[in-house]
């Protein structure tokens, strides 16, 4: 036991540190899964600050995100979910440095798809049935708070090309499709709003050209927040 220590308040030094308080803590987010493999996956912190992609086995967990990635981004300045399963089991995430990239589980082989300094990417969600990827752009071409932009977009993993499909917004978040790919629903939100407080929920029709039809809002109005939406197997969508 340490001899006990007289000090005036505040001067008292405590044997624990916030480094040695942080330094073995894990932080688990952002499980996914394959609808058609099973294949589970979640992100997991480390000590030095970046994320890695861990796949959940039968008989225990695997890292699969190579060493010198890190997937994390800084949309709004937080940061989002940062991966999504592909159909065929490849994973698309954006990686630190704001470029995006697709890794294959198996081998950890890792191509690079998009990047662009200018532009943040996070909220991956794929499409079950084509090459599409819906995420939350940041554009800040022009870098101060006012001129910041930003949109929902459509990614296509086999050419690379990005479609901004949502721009009349402040800000989104949370784009996702329905179980057969058909449908698609997202948050939006304006300046000086605050998404637990203001935060609507749309729906719109989805087109295998990376389009949208149709678009409704579902629930939502001034000083009622709207979150979490989900797709149900049947179609239908809970919040």
Avoid: C
Avoid at 57 to 67: C, F, H, M, Q, S
Avoid at 75 to 84: D, I, K, L, M, T
Avoid at 97 to 121: A, F
Wanted: aromatic content about 10%.
């Amino acid at each position: 036991m340490s001899p006990k220590e007289i000090a005036p308040y505040g001067d008292w030094e405590s044997p624990t540190s916030v480094d040695s308080i942080v330094s073995k803590m894990r932080n688990l987010s952002a499980p996914r899964a394959s609808p058609r493999s099973e294949r589970a996956f979640y992100t997991e912190s480390r000590e030095d600050g970046s994320v890695t992609i861990v796949e959940i086995l039968k008989d225990g967990i695997r890292e699969v995100l190579p060493a010198g990635y890190n997937a994390k981004n800084s949309v709004y300045e937080y940061g989002g979910s940062p991966y999504a399963v592909l159909p065929d089991d490849r994973i698309i995430f954006s990686n630190k440095g704001d470029t995006v990239h697709v890794l294959s589980p198996d081998s950890k082989e890792v191509s690079k798809l998009i990047g662009d300094p200018n532009l943040r990417y996070s909220n991956f969600e794929a499409n079950p049935a084509s090459p599409w990827v819906l995420a939350t752009q940041e554009d800040h071409e022009h870098d101060t708070p006012d001129q910041v932009r930003n949109y929902i977009v459509a990614i296509n993993t086999e050419t690379a090309e990005v479609k901004r499909i949502l721009d009349t917004a402040d800000f989104y978040y949370e784009p996702s499709f329905s179980a057969d790919g058909s449908r698609l629903a997202w948050l939006e939100w304006n300046h000086p709003e605050l998404p637990f407080d203001a935060a609507r929920l749309y729906s719109a029709t989805w087109h295998d050209n990376g389009s949208i039809s149709g678009t409704r809002l579902i629930a939502g109005k001034d000083r009622e927040g709207v979150a979490e939406p989900r797709w149900g197997p049947d179609g239908s969508l809970f919040f």
